[in-house]
């Protein structure tokens, strides 16, 4: 089995920051691509930021300039570095992997539980 465990949600005010970190443990071969989603109260999950095996990131339109993700290849993490938050940033923010468990020849998509993030005005 494979678990993605996200840590740093919270409570911040508009201009401040956070950073969340997703750590993905567990029976795992390799890993593709690693990301950010978000669901905020009434609405659908929605793409934050995702970065690829190779390095490559791919942000929301609405968190580019502000939203920094990244990876630790050797330790299965992947973080999102957010900067100036505003109160619509405020939302359930769940990690994804895209990951090959050992003895599987097929990817799976797998999901963090969610941390909250809540931005103040």
């Known amino acids: 089995q494979v678990q993605l465990l996200e840590s740093g949600g919270g409570l911040v005010q508009a201009g401040g920051s956070l950073r969340l970190s997703c750590a993905a443990s567990g029976s795992i071969f390799r890993i593709n691509a690693m990301g950010w989603y978000r669901q905020a109260p009434g609405k659908q999950r929605e793409l934050v930021a995702t970065?690829?095996?190779?390095?490559?990131?791919n942000y929301a339109d609405s968190v580019k300039g502000r939203f920094t993700v990244s990876r630790d290849y050797t330790k299965n993490t992947v973080s999102l570095q957010m900067d100036r938050l505003k109160p619509e940033d405020t939302a359930i923010y769940y990690c994804?992997?895209?990951?090959?468990?050992?003895?599987?020849?097929?990817?799976?998509?797998?999901w963090g539980q969610g941390t909250q993030v809540t931005v103040s005005s």
């Open positions: 994804n992997g895209v990951i090959q468990q050992l003895g599987e020849r097929f990817w799976r998509t797998y």
């Open positions: 970065i690829t095996s190779s390095n490559s990131t």
